[in-house]
């Protein structure tokens, strides 16, 4: 049952068009400019990547409708995995050729973005909870 901020009938990532702009650009833009960042200063993604990723992604929940964290959560593993190969692929796609090359690359992006991942989904349900808490302070008094 949705709160009375939030709309009936759910699927809205954020309340208004303007939030829900907002959400994307935390959740995505966040990320690729931390790989951007890490890109340019040396090869492979590092902490600013993750840290981005984890300050996007809570940011992202805090903004988002209930209805939008089914939305948001699920995107964070799937966008650090894309985020990971595509700056490997592009940063050096010599070194991916052939299908023996791109499968060891993948199982190296899945390993390696694991930790940013389970951060960026800790920080989440962290922020989640609090909402959840507030939220039932907020109706009690």
């Not at 840290?51 to 966008?79: D, E, F, I, K, N």
Request: charged letters at 15%; aromatic letters at 4%; hydrophobic letters at 55%.
């Amino acid at each position: 049952m949705a709160g009375p901020a939030e709309p009936q009938g759910g699927g809205a990532v954020a309340r208004s068009p303007r939030a829900r702009s907002a959400v994307v650009l935390l959740l995505v833009g966040l990320p690729v400019a931390g790989a951007l960042v890490d890109e340019a200063i040396g090869p492979g993604l590092g902490l600013i990547f993750g840290g981005s990723v984890v300050v996007g992604t809570a940011a992202a929940t805090a903004l988002a409708s209930r209805a939008g964290w089914w939305w948001v959560l699920p995107a964070c593993p799937t966008l650090v995995l894309a985020l990971s190969a595509a700056a490997e692929l592009l940063g050096d796609p010599h070194r991916y050729r052939g299908t023996k090359g791109l499968a060891t690359g993948a199982i190296r992006w899945g390993v390696d973005g694991f930790p940013v991942m389970l951060a960026a989904l800790g920080a989440a349900a962290v922020v989640v909870l609090v909402r959840i808490v507030r939220d039932r302070r907020n109706r009690r008094g």
